[in-house]
């Protein structure tokens, strides 16, 4: 059988060339054939996502070959990959990355809308791909409606959207239950054993290796070892006995186990200076108005009431620059709304103009002078972002890579802020349908320039 992928002397570097480098990826040498079903496995930390990352185009490595398909992937600019992972994979992200503002038939839609299909004719094809993962009644619910589990499939279901030869599977049983667990891996054993599609998971678990025919073991960023697994080998009696244990314990209620970036976020700076109580009560005012519970007035106010007659206690100023600065994101997440209704009603128009003022609001505070090169390197990635076709832990990295490595070469601290105020307009969908609306980020309450 002939190979479908081909990995030559494959190299990456965080920081490369720095005091700080340190070697992720280390002469990865692999073949993987078409129709197979393998898996990049070990501990934490062992370099098996940043593998997983390289060859589907996400990250960029520092030297050697991927071959997907015939295609060496590492001479593609950002715009050829992006509809390469369109077309040429489909990836199962452990944390979903469904778009919030967008219903479960228009997420597995949208990326037939992106090749140039119809908005009939997608919203077709995602409906029959639902009826498959058995999630039809639940069309047209967004994913603040659904159960982890639920949502895990909706984003199987998007990842299979254009008909892709290649699955990646990034951890995709790390935020489901037993039971869920059990049903993901059925459903991409059927993918690999009646579709024919080769199948490329990431895992730390032995027990979600139970139909995987080769595993690529991984150790400080090499492959440590590859063991090809034969029916009734002791390694696959060994995964298969921990799977049953898993899937014989009472499985426990479905739960959406999606982490609410506004506590982590808001947490890291109130702490230093307030209340626990004190901080509850800010992000439950932030909550209420993105849900559009009260109107700016009141936002304003209950920052500037004294915590014991039920506010924030913020300064008169400080409850001002914030209360704006909230309204301000609630009109880019309209923009953001605004720009997938363009898409729904013609996928063919530009939304150069629309993704264009939304990079300016995140240039907002920025002392910096960026080139051409850089403008359109930070127009791509919110773009790439906004469609889906990077997962929101890679934004500030691609921003932080240089020009000529398809990055737009910003500093550190630039690339952190910019990549949070972009997930700060992406967070929510229909304010009135979702009091789940991130906070503001350090750089914007302190009123500090990048």
Excluded at 233 to 262: C, F, I, M, Q, R
Excluded at 390 to 398: C, G, H, L
Aim: aromatic residues 8%; proline residues 3%.
């Amino acid at each position: 059988m002939s190979n479908i992928i081909t990995i030559d002397n494959l190299n990456y570097f965080y920081n490369h060339g720095e005091p700080t480098e340190v070697q992720a990826l280390s002469n990865i040498n692999i073949e993987i054939e078409k129709g197979g079903y393998v898996a990049f496995f070990g501990p934490s930390g062992c370099g098996k996502t940043t593998l997983l990352y390289s060859l589907s185009g996400i990250d960029r490595f520092d030297s050697g070959t991927v071959v997907i398909d015939g295609q060496n992937i590492a001479g593609l600019s950002n715009y050829e990959l992006a509809i390469f992972r369109q077309t040429g994979i489909g990836i199962i992200f452990q944390q979903f990355n469904l778009i919030p503002s967008l219903n479960v038939l228009k997420n597995v839609a949208l990326p037939m809308l992106f090749v140039g299909a119809t908005s009939e004719k997608a919203e077709i094809e995602a409906a029959k791909l639902l009826e498959r993962l058995e999630l039809a009644p639940y069309a047209h619910r967004y994913p603040s409606e659904l159960s982890g589990g639920q949502q895990q499939r909706v984003g199987i279901a998007r990842a299979l959207a254009n008909d892709p030869p290649i699955i990646i599977a990034d951890e995709p049983l790390g935020n489901l239950d037993s039971e869920n667990a059990k049903g993901v891996l059925e459903f991409i054993k059927e993918l690999n054993e009646k579709d024919g599609r080769t199948i490329i998971m990431v895992t730390h678990e032995a027990w979600s290796l139970r139909d995987v025919r080769t595993i690529f073991h991984m150790k400080d960023g090499e492959i440590a070892k590859v063991e090809n697994m034969k029916v009734g080998n002791v390694a696959t009696s060994l995964a298969k006995n921990l799977y049953d244990k898993l899937s014989s314990d009472n499985p426990t209620e479905e739960k959406n186990t999606e982490e609410n970036p506004t506590n982590r976020i808001l947490a890291n700076f109130f702490l230093r200076r307030h209340s626990m109580a004190e901080i509850q009560v800010f992000e439950s005012v932030i909550n209420d108005r993105f849900a559009d519970n009260i109107n700016k007035g009141e936002l304003f106010k209950l920052f500037h009431k004294s915590f014991k007659e039920g506010g924030v206690g913020l300064r008169k100023k400080q409850s001002y620059r914030i209360t704006e600065y909230i309204e301000e994101i609630m009109d880019r997440r309209k923009d953001v709304a605004h720009i997938y209704d363009l898409i729904e009603k013609n996928p063919a128009h530009s939304i150069d103009n629309e993704i264009q003022d939304i990079r300016r609001w995140i240039q907002t505070g920025y002392t910096g002078k960026l080139t051409l090169s850089q403008l359109m390197a930070l127009n791509q990635v919110i773009s790439d972002r906004i469609k889906g076709f990077v997962p929101e832990d890679k934004v500030a990295e691609i921003l932080n890579l240089a020009i000529n490595e398809f990055g737009a070469g910003l500093s550190f601290r630039a690339s952190q802020l910019m990549a949070e105020k972009l997930e700060l307009i992406l967070n929510g969908k229909d304010e009135k349908k979702s009091n789940n609306g991130k906070g503001l980020n350090e750089s914007v309450i302190l009123e500090e320039k990048v």
